[in-house]
């Protein structure tokens, strides 16, 4: 099967989200450096999985959950991964600022955009940097769900 993963996003400026980073992955971590207006991805920790083999079934390898008070951005969140996805999907930038960890099967890449440009990054790990073609086969067949409670 093949197992596509959201591991990390950077937001640099995004409906009113600034310079934040999330991890939704409970093995891999990342982080990012910015020196002189220059980004480098880091791995910060990997950590032991305590969920047993299996866990999820064969269909469903993890789960990520925001949690946080009423108006802490957990749907702004999701609306922006919703946003670059489709953009992504397009075959074309999104015009914020960020980065993505990406994982497909056992292959990390990474994108990073500003304004609808490619953003030059810099890592030592062994993740290659996505081309809009490469997006376009990673999103062509993603399926994302969104729940909430909230009525609107």
Not at 109 to 118: R, T, V
Request: proline share 1%.
């Amino acid at each position: 099967m093949n197992r596509k993963k959201l591991l990390f996003m950077y937001i640099g400026n995004s409906y009113g989200i600034q310079e934040e980073e999330f991890n939704f992955s409970t093995i891999e971590q990342f982080c990012l450096k910015k020196v002189n207006n220059v980004y480098s991805i880091l791995k910060t920790k990997r950590s032991e999985n305590t969920t047993p083999s299996d866990f999820w079934g064969e269909k469903i390898s993890d789960v990520s959950l925001l949690i946080g008070d009423n108006g802490s951005g957990k749907t702004t969140i999701m609306r922006i991964i919703c946003q670059w996805s489709s953009c992504f999907f397009q075959g074309r930038l999104p015009q914020d600022k960020g980065i993505m960890v990406l994982q497909e099967n056992d292959s990390l890449g990474f994108i990073a955009f500003d304004k609808g440009q490619e953003l030059s990054v810099t890592t030592n790990l062994e993740i290659k940097q996505y081309s809009e073609k490469d997006l376009i086969d990673f999103f062509h067949d993603l399926r994302l769900i969104y729940f909430s409670n909230s009525m609107s």
